[in-house]
Protein backbone atom coordinates (compact mmCIF):
# COMPACT_ATOMS: atom_id res chain seq x y z
CA UNK A 1 0.00 0.00 0.00
CA UNK A 2 1.57 3.88 -0.80
CA UNK A 3 1.37 5.90 2.03
CA UNK A 4 0.40 9.45 1.31
CA UNK A 5 3.41 11.47 1.90
CA UNK A 6 3.14 14.86 4.06
CA UNK A 7 -0.58 14.17 3.91
CA UNK A 8 -1.44 16.65 7.58
CA UNK A 9 0.98 19.54 5.88
CA UNK A 10 -0.76 19.56 2.65
CA UNK A 11 -4.42 19.47 4.12
CA UNK A 12 -3.35 22.32 6.70
CA UNK A 13 -2.45 24.14 3.73
CA UNK A 14 -5.58 23.52 1.13
CA UNK A 15 -7.81 23.30 4.00
CA UNK A 16 -9.98 22.27 1.99
CA UNK A 17 -13.66 23.40 2.68
CA UNK A 18 -17.42 22.23 1.84
CA UNK A 19 -18.05 23.13 -2.54
CA UNK A 20 -14.52 23.98 -3.31
CA UNK A 21 -12.36 22.36 -6.61
CA UNK A 22 -9.16 20.91 -6.35
CA UNK A 23 -7.37 18.71 -8.98
CA UNK A 24 -4.75 16.14 -7.58
CA UNK A 25 -2.57 15.75 -10.80
CA UNK A 26 -0.77 12.51 -9.68
CA UNK A 27 -3.95 10.42 -7.85
CA UNK A 28 -2.44 7.27 -7.82
CA UNK A 29 -4.15 5.14 -5.02
CA UNK A 30 -5.46 8.21 -3.99
CA UNK A 31 -4.01 8.76 -0.38
CA UNK A 32 -4.42 12.97 -0.21
CA UNK A 33 -7.39 12.62 -2.38
CA UNK A 34 -9.56 10.82 -0.02
CA UNK A 35 -8.65 13.57 2.84
CA UNK A 36 -9.58 16.73 0.51
CA UNK A 37 -12.86 14.47 -0.89
CA UNK A 38 -14.29 14.50 2.75
CA UNK A 39 -13.48 17.83 3.58
CA UNK A 40 -15.22 19.29 0.06
CA UNK A 41 -18.44 17.07 0.80
CA UNK A 42 -21.00 16.25 -1.93
CA UNK A 43 -20.92 19.83 -3.54
CA UNK A 44 -17.27 20.10 -4.09
CA UNK A 45 -15.04 18.19 -7.34
CA UNK A 46 -12.07 16.95 -7.57
CA UNK A 47 -10.34 15.85 -10.91
CA UNK A 48 -7.64 13.08 -10.02
CA UNK A 49 -5.43 12.78 -13.07
CA UNK A 50 -3.03 10.30 -13.30
CA UNK A 51 -1.05 8.81 -16.30
CA UNK A 52 -0.79 5.01 -15.36
CA UNK A 53 -4.26 3.60 -17.18
CA UNK A 54 -4.10 0.74 -14.60
CA UNK A 55 -4.21 2.51 -11.85
CA UNK A 56 -6.65 4.82 -13.28
CA UNK A 57 -9.12 1.37 -13.59
CA UNK A 58 -8.71 0.66 -10.17
CA UNK A 59 -9.22 3.66 -8.88
CA UNK A 60 -12.77 4.10 -10.93
CA UNK A 61 -13.62 0.80 -10.25
CA UNK A 62 -12.98 1.82 -6.18
CA UNK A 63 -14.67 4.89 -5.94
CA UNK A 64 -18.01 4.21 -8.31
CA UNK A 65 -20.25 5.65 -6.05
CA UNK A 66 -18.05 8.87 -5.23
CA UNK A 67 -19.91 11.52 -6.95
CA UNK A 68 -17.70 14.85 -6.31
CA UNK A 69 -14.99 12.61 -8.20
CA UNK A 70 -14.02 12.35 -11.89
CA UNK A 71 -11.18 10.72 -13.07
CA UNK A 72 -8.66 10.71 -15.91
CA UNK A 73 -6.09 8.88 -17.27
CA UNK A 74 -3.59 11.42 -18.39
CA UNK A 75 -0.11 13.28 -18.54
CA UNK A 76 -0.18 16.34 -16.17
CA UNK A 77 1.46 18.60 -18.73
CA UNK A 78 -2.16 18.19 -20.29
CA UNK A 79 -3.81 19.84 -17.03
CA UNK A 80 -5.10 22.50 -19.13
CA UNK A 81 -7.34 20.35 -21.65
CA UNK A 82 -7.94 17.56 -18.80
CA UNK A 83 -9.51 20.28 -16.61
CA UNK A 84 -11.37 21.92 -19.67
CA UNK A 85 -13.27 18.67 -20.62
CA UNK A 86 -14.07 18.06 -17.12
CA UNK A 87 -15.60 22.05 -17.38
CA UNK A 88 -13.57 22.61 -14.03
CA UNK A 89 -11.51 26.41 -14.14
CA UNK A 90 -11.63 29.00 -10.77
CA UNK A 91 -9.79 25.56 -9.16
CA UNK A 92 -9.12 26.35 -5.44
CA UNK A 93 -6.43 23.95 -5.39
CA UNK A 94 -3.75 22.09 -7.60
CA UNK A 95 -1.72 19.16 -5.88
CA UNK A 96 1.66 17.44 -7.33
CA UNK A 97 2.97 14.58 -5.48
CA UNK A 98 5.87 13.86 -7.96
CA UNK A 99 7.81 10.70 -9.09
CA UNK A 100 6.28 6.86 -8.26
CA UNK A 101 4.52 5.08 -5.93
CA UNK A 102 5.58 1.89 -3.49
CA UNK A 103 2.52 -0.18 -5.41
CA UNK A 104 4.28 0.85 -8.59
CA UNK A 105 7.86 -0.21 -7.15
CA UNK A 106 6.80 -3.04 -5.88
CA UNK A 107 3.56 -4.41 -8.17
CA UNK A 108 3.49 -2.79 -11.20
CA UNK A 109 6.03 -5.07 -12.87
CA UNK A 110 7.55 -2.53 -15.44
CA UNK A 111 11.32 -2.56 -13.73
CA UNK A 112 10.96 0.25 -11.62
CA UNK A 113 12.99 -1.51 -8.55
CA UNK A 114 16.84 -2.57 -8.58
CA UNK A 115 15.83 -5.33 -6.39
CA UNK A 116 13.55 -7.01 -8.79
CA UNK A 117 13.69 -9.57 -11.70
CA UNK A 118 11.34 -7.36 -13.86
CA UNK A 119 11.80 -6.21 -17.58
CA UNK A 120 13.64 -2.47 -17.94
CA UNK A 121 9.92 -0.68 -18.94
CA UNK A 122 9.81 2.12 -16.40
CA UNK A 123 6.85 3.83 -18.53
CA UNK A 124 4.31 5.18 -16.41
CA UNK A 125 1.56 4.62 -19.78
CA UNK A 126 2.52 2.01 -21.85
CA UNK A 127 0.08 3.22 -24.19
CA UNK A 128 1.00 6.99 -25.15
CA UNK A 129 5.09 6.57 -24.80
CA UNK A 130 7.00 4.28 -26.51
CA UNK A 131 10.21 4.58 -25.37
CA UNK A 132 11.16 2.17 -22.45
CA UNK A 133 14.68 1.73 -20.59
CA UNK A 134 15.23 -1.58 -22.34
CA UNK A 135 15.96 0.97 -25.69
CA UNK A 136 17.92 3.16 -23.95
CA UNK A 137 20.03 0.58 -22.27
CA UNK A 138 20.31 -1.77 -25.53
CA UNK A 139 19.95 0.49 -28.42
CA UNK A 140 21.21 4.20 -27.80
CA UNK A 141 25.23 5.48 -27.89
CA UNK A 142 27.23 5.20 -24.84
CA UNK A 143 27.69 9.13 -24.97
CA UNK A 144 23.89 9.71 -24.98
CA UNK A 145 23.57 7.39 -21.83
CA UNK A 146 26.30 8.65 -20.16
CA UNK A 147 24.46 11.96 -20.65
CA UNK A 148 20.79 11.18 -18.62
CA UNK A 149 22.98 9.71 -16.39
CA UNK A 150 24.55 12.90 -15.60
CA UNK A 151 21.90 14.49 -16.05
CA UNK A 152 19.16 12.81 -14.31
CA UNK A 153 20.67 10.91 -12.10
CA UNK A 154 23.81 13.49 -11.02
CA UNK A 155 25.90 10.36 -11.12
CA UNK A 156 29.23 11.17 -10.69
CA UNK A 157 30.86 7.67 -12.60
CA UNK A 158 28.10 8.13 -15.35
CA UNK A 159 30.92 7.77 -17.54
CA UNK A 160 32.22 4.04 -16.15
CA UNK A 161 28.71 3.00 -15.75
CA UNK A 162 27.39 3.81 -19.49
CA UNK A 163 30.95 2.00 -20.84
CA UNK A 164 29.92 -0.67 -18.10
CA UNK A 165 26.31 -0.87 -20.11
CA UNK A 166 28.30 -0.99 -23.19
CA UNK A 167 30.67 -4.00 -22.46
CA UNK A 168 27.57 -5.71 -20.85
CA UNK A 169 25.11 -5.46 -23.87
CA UNK A 170 27.58 -6.44 -26.75
CA UNK A 171 27.57 -9.77 -24.97
CA UNK A 172 24.13 -10.01 -24.34
CA UNK A 173 20.81 -8.05 -24.04
CA UNK A 174 20.59 -6.74 -20.53
CA UNK A 175 16.60 -7.65 -20.29
CA UNK A 176 16.11 -7.32 -16.47
CA UNK A 177 15.75 -4.60 -13.97
CA UNK A 178 18.64 -6.83 -11.27
CA UNK A 179 20.84 -7.52 -14.31
CA UNK A 180 21.41 -3.66 -14.77
CA UNK A 181 21.58 -3.16 -11.05
CA UNK A 182 24.31 -5.76 -11.60
CA UNK A 183 25.98 -4.11 -14.04
CA UNK A 184 26.37 -0.98 -12.25
CA UNK A 185 27.28 -1.75 -9.27
CA UNK A 186 30.11 -3.94 -10.59
CA UNK A 187 31.22 -0.33 -12.43
CA UNK A 188 30.99 1.79 -9.39
CA UNK A 189 34.09 1.98 -6.39
CA UNK A 190 33.68 0.38 -3.17
CA UNK A 191 33.46 3.95 -1.88
CA UNK A 192 29.87 4.59 -3.08
CA UNK A 193 28.39 0.93 -1.26
CA UNK A 194 26.74 1.44 1.97
CA UNK A 195 24.36 4.68 2.00
CA UNK A 196 22.30 4.08 -1.15
CA UNK A 197 22.32 1.21 -3.83
CA UNK A 198 24.79 1.94 -6.65
CA UNK A 199 22.27 1.62 -8.67
CA UNK A 200 19.69 4.38 -7.41
CA UNK A 201 21.04 7.37 -9.41
CA UNK A 202 21.10 4.93 -12.58
CA UNK A 203 17.35 3.89 -12.07
CA UNK A 204 16.47 7.59 -10.95
CA UNK A 205 17.95 9.08 -14.63
CA UNK A 206 16.20 6.00 -16.73
CA UNK A 207 12.93 6.75 -14.66
CA UNK A 208 13.06 10.70 -15.55
CA UNK A 209 14.36 10.18 -19.22
CA UNK A 210 11.89 7.26 -20.48
CA UNK A 211 9.20 9.64 -18.88
CA UNK A 212 9.77 12.71 -19.93
CA UNK A 213 9.86 14.00 -16.39
CA UNK A 214 11.33 17.22 -16.63
CA UNK A 215 9.47 18.72 -19.44
CA UNK A 216 6.49 17.48 -18.42
CA UNK A 217 6.37 18.47 -14.83
CA UNK A 218 7.64 22.29 -16.42
CA UNK A 219 4.12 22.43 -18.62
CA UNK A 220 2.54 20.84 -16.08
CA UNK A 221 3.48 23.74 -13.31
CA UNK A 222 2.81 27.12 -15.88
CA UNK A 223 -0.55 25.70 -16.67
CA UNK A 224 -1.44 24.91 -13.00
CA UNK A 225 -0.53 28.28 -12.44
CA UNK A 226 -2.95 30.04 -15.14
CA UNK A 227 -5.87 27.49 -13.79
CA UNK A 228 -6.04 28.01 -10.11
CA UNK A 229 -8.50 30.76 -9.31
CA UNK A 230 -6.86 34.23 -7.32
CA UNK A 231 -5.92 32.84 -3.78
CA UNK A 232 -5.77 29.28 -5.31
CA UNK A 233 -3.13 27.11 -3.55
CA UNK A 234 -0.29 24.95 -5.57
CA UNK A 235 1.37 22.43 -3.81
CA UNK A 236 4.04 19.85 -4.94
CA UNK A 237 5.70 17.24 -2.99
CA UNK A 238 9.20 16.56 -5.03
CA UNK A 239 11.41 13.37 -4.29
CA UNK A 240 14.69 14.33 -5.65
CA UNK A 241 17.07 17.19 -5.99
CA UNK A 242 16.59 18.00 -9.97
CA UNK A 243 12.66 18.23 -9.29
CA UNK A 244 12.78 20.31 -6.32
CA UNK A 245 14.95 22.72 -8.28
CA UNK A 246 12.67 23.16 -11.16
CA UNK A 247 10.00 24.04 -8.44
CA UNK A 248 11.66 26.24 -6.34
CA UNK A 249 13.07 28.20 -9.64
CA UNK A 250 9.50 28.41 -11.06
CA UNK A 251 7.49 29.64 -7.70
CA UNK A 252 10.35 31.94 -7.10
CA UNK A 253 9.97 33.36 -10.97
CA UNK A 254 6.36 33.43 -10.89
CA UNK A 255 6.74 35.09 -7.78
CA UNK A 256 8.49 37.75 -9.52
CA UNK A 257 5.70 38.55 -12.36
CA UNK A 258 3.90 39.27 -9.36
CA UNK A 259 1.22 35.65 -10.27
CA UNK A 260 1.82 34.26 -6.36
CA UNK A 261 3.28 34.28 -3.38
CA UNK A 262 5.22 31.63 -1.73
CA UNK A 263 3.67 30.21 0.89
CA UNK A 264 6.84 28.13 2.19
CA UNK A 265 10.09 30.25 2.12
CA UNK A 266 12.09 27.03 2.87
CA UNK A 267 10.83 23.45 1.61
CA UNK A 268 8.36 21.13 4.30
CA UNK A 269 10.25 18.41 5.12
CA UNK A 270 8.47 15.01 7.13
CA UNK A 271 9.15 14.52 10.86
CA UNK A 272 10.85 11.82 12.10
CA UNK A 273 7.86 10.45 13.59
CA UNK A 274 6.27 10.36 9.74
CA UNK A 275 10.06 9.25 8.10
CA UNK A 276 9.64 5.78 10.92
CA UNK A 277 6.40 4.58 9.37
CA UNK A 278 7.21 5.57 5.74
CA UNK A 279 10.75 5.63 5.40
CA UNK A 280 9.99 7.23 1.79
CA UNK A 281 8.89 10.59 2.84
CA UNK A 282 12.59 11.05 4.25
CA UNK A 283 13.28 12.06 0.64
CA UNK A 284 9.90 14.31 0.66
CA UNK A 285 10.18 18.44 0.20
CA UNK A 286 6.85 20.38 0.00
CA UNK A 287 6.62 23.56 -1.70
CA UNK A 288 3.50 25.29 -1.61
CA UNK A 289 2.25 29.16 -2.97
CA UNK A 290 -0.63 31.14 -2.98
CA UNK A 291 -2.07 32.77 -6.32
CA UNK A 292 -2.11 36.44 -6.63
CA UNK A 293 -3.72 36.95 -10.13
CA UNK A 294 -4.85 35.07 -12.99
CA UNK A 295 -1.43 36.98 -14.99
C1 LIG B 1 3.94 9.55 -5.59
S1 LIG B 1 2.65 8.97 -6.58
C2 LIG B 1 1.27 9.87 -5.98
C3 LIG B 1 0.67 9.28 -4.73
C4 LIG B 1 -0.67 9.85 -4.33
N1 LIG B 1 -0.55 11.24 -3.93
C5 LIG B 1 -1.27 9.06 -3.18
O1 LIG B 1 -1.19 9.54 -2.05
O2 LIG B 1 -1.78 7.96 -3.40
C6 LIG B 1 2.97 9.75 -8.11
C7 LIG B 1 2.03 9.39 -9.24
O3 LIG B 1 2.27 10.29 -10.32
C8 LIG B 1 2.00 9.62 -11.52
N2 LIG B 1 2.65 10.37 -12.61
C9 LIG B 1 3.94 10.45 -12.93
N3 LIG B 1 4.14 11.24 -13.98
C10 LIG B 1 2.91 11.69 -14.36
C11 LIG B 1 2.45 12.56 -15.37
N4 LIG B 1 3.29 13.12 -16.24
N5 LIG B 1 1.13 12.80 -15.43
C12 LIG B 1 0.26 12.26 -14.55
N6 LIG B 1 0.64 11.41 -13.57
C13 LIG B 1 1.95 11.14 -13.46
C14 LIG B 1 2.56 8.24 -11.30
O4 LIG B 1 1.95 7.30 -12.17
C15 LIG B 1 2.19 7.99 -9.82
O5 LIG B 1 0.99 7.29 -9.73
Not at 37 to 43: S, T
Not at 146 to 158: P, S, T, V, W, Y
Not at 194 to 211: K, S
Amino acid sequence: MHRPVLLNEVLSIFNPQPGEKYVDATINGGGHATAILERIGPKGKLLGIDWDCALIAKLKDKSKKTKNLVLECGNYADIKSIARKYSLDKIDGILFDLGFSSHQLEESGRGFSFLRHEPLDMRYNIYENTLTASEIINTWPRKAIEDILRRFGEERFAGRIAAGIIRARNSKRVSASDELADIVGRCVPGIRRGRIHPATRTFQALRIAVNHEMDNLGQGLRDSAALLKPQGKLVIISFHSLEDRMVKIFLKEKQKEGVLTLLTKKPVAADAAEIRVNPRARSAKLRAALITSNQ
